[in-house]
């Protein structure tokens, strides 16, 4: 899997829009971009995932470049409840599973 | 619907014995896998169980294993305990397969373990 890199924390405003980066330089071209986040003391919950097209659901969008080395997740209207730690993971679908490899991700606080 | 279900949500336990942890999956979900999570090491991948056959395994010595029951319910179960085992153990459940199923995955409120 390629690997990833994220700034290790961000702030933001509450009611703004959050830009959280991603690099993934060596991403090839079956691998997919999968995002999650982990609130305090919580298991992680999935946000979204693309390969190269932006995608968009209730919860967040995903802009990935043409070039596909890096992707944003953007949180459009942040809330104090989506301070938490995100991840930025690439992964290969296989038919031998999910094996997910968490980094440190971005610690994410939300300021009123 | 339901979530993924563990049990117990917190144990103490001392070094040298052993502990068990139950997951019990989203309804239709085939596919277990456990994370161990700790401050230093982060979130670390286990093992993946589908359709009771151990799929995935992860860097985790012998003394950590699982199993996968018909009902896909699944147990850990981590023996001879060290203080280093202490940690928050998170087991998530998917479909198993495809683009959404493979990597999408459900997780547990966890099974906080402390190691005295």
């Known amino acids: 899997d390629a690997k990833t890199t994220q700034p290790p924390s961000m702030d933001c405003a509450e009611g703004r829009a959050a830009n959280l980066p991603c690099n993934h330089s060596t991403i090839s071209g079956n691998e997919y971009v999968y995002w999650y986040r982990q609130i305090h003391s919580q298991g992680p919950q999935y946000i979204i995932h693309g390969l190269k097209n932006n995608e968009t659901n209730e919860m967040a969008s995903l802009i990935i470049t043409e070039d596909r080395k890096s992707s944003t997740l953007i949180l459009p209207h942040a809330t104090l409840r989506d301070t938490a730690v995100y991840y930025c993971?690439?992964?290969?679908?296989?038919?031998?599973?999910?094996?997910?490899?968490f980094g440190g991700g971005t610690r994410v606080l939300v300021k009123p | 619907k339901a979530g993924v279900t563990q049990t117990p949500r917190y144990l103490i336990k001392t070094r040298g014995q052993q502990v068990t942890l139950s997951c019990s999956p989203i309804s239709g979900h085939r596919s277990v896998s456990w994370y161990q999570q700790t401050p230093g090491q982060g979130l670390q991948f286990l093992f993946e169980?589908?359709?009771?056959?151990?799929?995935n395994k992860g860097n985790f010595p012998g003394r950590f294993s699982g199993r996968q029951f018909s009902n896909s319910r699944s147990e850990m179960n981590v023996s001879t305990l060290e203080l280093g085992d202490s940690a928050l153990y998170l087991c998530a459940s998917s479909t198993g397969q495809g683009a959404l199923g493979a990597n999408v995955l459900t997780f547990g409120a966890g099974s906080r373990l402390t190691v005295l």
């Open positions: 169980y589908f359709s009771e056959t151990q799929r």
């Open positions: 993971i690439v992964r290969v679908i296989k038919a031998a599973g999910n094996k997910l490899t």
